[in-house]
């Protein structure tokens, strides 16, 4: 391949962007992975050297005697059902946004959507006041419910538009073969709009998995405990085991890392087209 | 299907949506704008006290001004620098030169980690006795070298800067997807004009995706409206309230049972989102088409 001499500077300049961009975004990582597998005395003394060797032992302590299995199917629980639940109630109207006529409805659209303009925590007291109303003060299910309330405006915006691609003569010759609302609702419309559901759920999980603000202000006790809130405790508990803090740290980071490599397309898909951060 | 029956069906899927808008938006929303005018504790019932609680924010120390600058450093910062790095890496992919894929994919890491992780894993990057940074600064020869970074001032303000200054790949997405839709016959008239590089890069992409980038500055500083993760992790605020924000105010005034006192923050956070919205579809035209 003859390559241009004019195009060097913009190679040069492409190559030196592209090389930045991974090490801005991966060295902490590469970093906390590789201490994790160190002595404390490698650790301080010489950050730079590839451990001696690959052992498990700072997983396995963090994994046996810190509850990190209970950490983890609390945010395990909490992010799918949370997600499921967010799903279902906003897959129907989606299918009602994208699908029927109904007074005011571009009304209602417009307000469901215009919450994304709000700043989520600017909400945290109100919503403080009404979980403990509801006598859900450090429950799961008081996350449970807050999360699926967050991916409203991003669930009805990408559900809408999956709905709306879907050829109403379908509806139309499934009523006449005598289908009602709701078959023609599950099986004729949902499994069409598949993609569009699963992209929404991909983004609301992420989001739910991650969450840190609400999770810290709504439950208190251990059994509630999600794995981000349990990072912080991990890190004074660990304060003087460097070795354990980057083992427990590559432990939370890592199941989001591992579903975002499984769904890598969709996810850069969706956030490129809602324009919203996923 | 009769008629009467369609519009049933048609509340009962909507009814579970509407009850969420109501219970988790309307209402809170209506409390936090009221009450901000309120004495409330949330044991004795709320009372009006008119401005008190907004005089109280204001002057009771100078911590207001001081997150009120850190606000707007912060999104100035992110409307130029952190926009413009996720907009160069979006034509940077776009020229799809090898291993452009890779570098979007890692890109996004940051991005699907969790914040509150994000924050320790900078607050140990960071570090003066573990952290790598100051170990490279010492190792090039600056032996000398120790800030604690998020301990020292105005060493904090910057650290923090520096844990979202780069992850812009929302920006970098966006641009990217504006990119791919230019439809080919205009770069090929361009061609034609005899445009060169530069010149289609600034004549015609970078107008074309305009509306991508308002978006992005939208997004990255309602973001930084409401950080918390990166600065209650890690400097909590200091040292001093060098680092102090809005949401740090209002997580203040909650945990106090000062809830008139959080509200009236967290109207202020409402309104300073509105502010940057209004601008932003004032300056980059947002609601005119592209082509």
């Known amino acids: ?80 059902a949370s997600t499921l639940i967010a799903l279902f109630i906003y897959t129907m109207a989606g299918y009602i946004f994208g699908k029927f006529n109904f007074r005011g409805k571009s009304f209602l659209f417009i307000l469901c959507t215009i919450t994304l303009l709000i700043p989520g925590y600017a909400r945290a007291q109100p919503i403080f006041t009404i979980i403990m109303n509801l006598d859900l003060y450090d429950t799961k299910t ?28 379908l509806d139309e010759s499934a009523l006449i073969d005598g289908a009602g609302f709701w078959r023609i609702f599950w099986n004729v419309n949902m ?21 840190y603000f609400y999770a810290l202000i709504l439950t208190t006790s251990e059994k509630n405990r999600t794995l981000p809130v349990a990072l912080e405790f991990f890190n004074e508990a660990f304060s003087y085991n460097y070795t354990r803090m980057f083992a427990a740290l590559m432990m939370v980071i890592l199941p989001g890392i591992v579903i975002y490599v499984l769904v890598q397309e969709q996810v850069q898909q969706s956030v490129a087209s809602s324009g919203v951060k996923g | ?32 704008l009221v009450t901000g005018f309120m004495e409330w504790d949330g044991l004795r019932a709320p009372e009006f006290n008119g401005l008190n609680n907004y005089i109280h924010l204001i002057t009771y120390d100078n911590t207001f001004f001081i997150a009120l600058r850190n606000i707007l450093l912060w999104s100035l910062m992110a409307a130029t620098l952190h926009v413009g790095f996720g907009t160069l890496v979006a034509f940077v992919l776009y020229k799809k030169h090898i291993g452009w894929r890779f570098v979007r994919g890692v890109f996004m890491v940051p991005m699907v980690i969790s914040a509150a992780a994000w924050a320790i894993i900078y607050k140990l990057f960071f570090n003066d006795e573990i952290g790598i940074l100051n170990h490279m600064i010492r190792s090039i020869g600056f032996s000398d070298f120790h800030v604690n970074w998020f301990f020292d001032s105005p060493a904090s303000f910057f650290a923090i800067t520096l844990t979202w200054l780069f992850y812009a790949v929302y920006v970098t997405l966006i641009v990217y997807n504006d990119l791919m839709a230019i439809p080919k016959e205009v770069h090929e008239a361009a061609l034609l004009d005899g445009a060169s590089e530069w010149g289609m890069i600034r004549h015609i992409n970078l107008p074309l995706v305009k509306k991508a ?11 930084r409206i409401a950080g918390f993760e990166e600065v209650a992790l890690t400097s909590r605020g ?11 105010m209002l997580y203040d005034g909650i945990v106090n049972y000062n809830y008139g006192y959080a509200n009236a923050a967290a109207t202020i956070m409402i309104l300073l989102g509105i502010l940057v919205l209004l601008l932003i579809n004032r300056v980059f035209k947002m609601n005119e088409s592209t082509y």
């Open chain 1, 1 to 80: 391949m003859i390559i241009n001499i004019r195009k060097w500077p913009e190679l040069i300049v492409s190559y030196s962007v592209m090389t930045f961009t991974v090490l801005v975004s991966i060295f902490p990582i590469l970093w906390i992975l590789l201490s994790s597998f160190k002595s404390n005395k490698e650790i301080l003394n010489d950050p730079f050297s590839l451990p001696k060797k690959i052992d498990f032992q700072a997983y396995m302590d963090v994994f046996t005697q810190y509850n990190f299995l209970g950490y983890f199917m609390n945010s395990m629980f909490i992010a799918i």
């Open chain 1, 142 to 169: 008081a996350l449970i419910l807050v999360y699926a309330s967050f991916g409203m405006a991003l669930a009805l915006f990408i559900l809408r538009l999956s709905f709306i691609a879907i050829p109403k003569d």
């Open chain 1, 191 to 211: 499994p069409l709009a598949k993609s569009g559901i699963s992209t929404a759920g991909i983004l609301m999980f992420l989001n739910n998995w991650n969450e």
């Open chain 2, 1 to 32: 299907m009769k008629i009467k029956w369609l519009n049933v069906w048609i509340a009962a899927f909507l009814a579970p949506t509407v009850l969420v808008l109501a219970l988790f938006y309307i209402v809170p929303i209506g409390t936090v």
């Open chain 2, 213 to 223: 980038i308002g978006t992005g500055i939208i997004l990255s500083v309602t973001a």
């Open chain 2, 238 to 248: 200091g040292p001093g309230n060098d680092t102090y924000n809005i949401t740090l």
